[in-house]
């Protein structure tokens, strides 16, 4: 089965940039996502087709995929951007898969 | 706007059945495949099956075939998922996601708790 690997954790100082890494077989031939979850809150979508942002979602927020990791960057991170992060992807074998998530904490 | 509004959760014991519901407004349900994803107390978000906008295809995470059905009624604009033979490990929060912008999850409703439990 597909499996997508993160960093438990992440820290980073406010206005600091904050790089979220998510690896997996041939990552880069597939599309990632990324979600936002802040405690007790659903998840948000922030990043889609490696790159993309929804409407809404801060121009800090920016992503690439390639080889076989895909990496959240959040640029001038603030307190309010403190979350669990997770990727997704979609593969043949396993369908959705999300990442073992990244739990980010401003200092 | 968007709202997807789950219901159906609770306590059941394991090898029971529970049936959850999700019902979509502000969109054109008909339109769009539906997901389930969990989370367990604590963890990380497991995707758990996903139908296509038509109902003709349906995918399911290999821990629950067989035990769990997804299904969808658009005259009721509501998705279901139908949970047989529940186990310890399917307590979760259930959410249900809309398909969003080049295939992630782009809508998520407030999710609703299931607790397998004697």
């Known amino acids: 089965s597909y499996e997508l690997t993160q960093p438990p954790s992440v820290s980073v100082s406010p206005g600091q940039t904050a790089s979220i890494t998510c690896s997996g077989n041939?990552?880069?031939?597939?599309?990632a996502c990324w979600y936002q979850q802040k405690p007790g809150q659903s998840p948000v979508l922030v990043i889609y087709q490696d790159i993309k942002r929804p409407s809404g979602i801060p121009e800090r927020f920016s992503g690439s995929n390639s080889g076989n990791t895909a990496t959240l960057t959040i640029s001038g991170t603030q307190a309010m951007d403190e979350a669990d992060y997770y990727c997704q992807a979609w593969d043949s074998s396993t369908a959705y898969v999300f990442g073992t998530g990244t739990k980010v904490t401003v200092l | 706007q968007v709202q997807l509004v789950e219901s159906g959760g609770g306590v059941v014991q394991p090898g029971g059945s529970l049936r959850l519901s999700c019902e979509a407004s502000g969109f054109t349900f008909n339109n769009y495949g539906m997901h389930w994803v969990r989370q367990a107390p604590g963890k990380g978000l497991e995707w758990v099956a996903y139908?296509?906008?038509?109902?003709?295809?349906?995918y399911y995470v290999d821990s629950v075939k067989g035990r769990f059905t997804i299904s969808r009624d658009s005259s009721k604009n509501t998705l279901y998922v139908q949970m047989n033979s529940l186990r310890a490990e399917d307590t979760a929060v259930y959410y249900c996601?809309?398909?969003?912008?080049?295939?992630?999850?782009?809508?998520w409703g407030q999710g609703t708790l299931v607790t397998v439990s004697s």
């Open positions: 139908i296509r906008d038509d109902g003709s295809n349906k």
């Open positions: 041939k990552l880069g031939n597939k599309y």
């Open positions: 996601a809309k398909e969003g912008p080049g295939g992630g999850l782009g809508s």
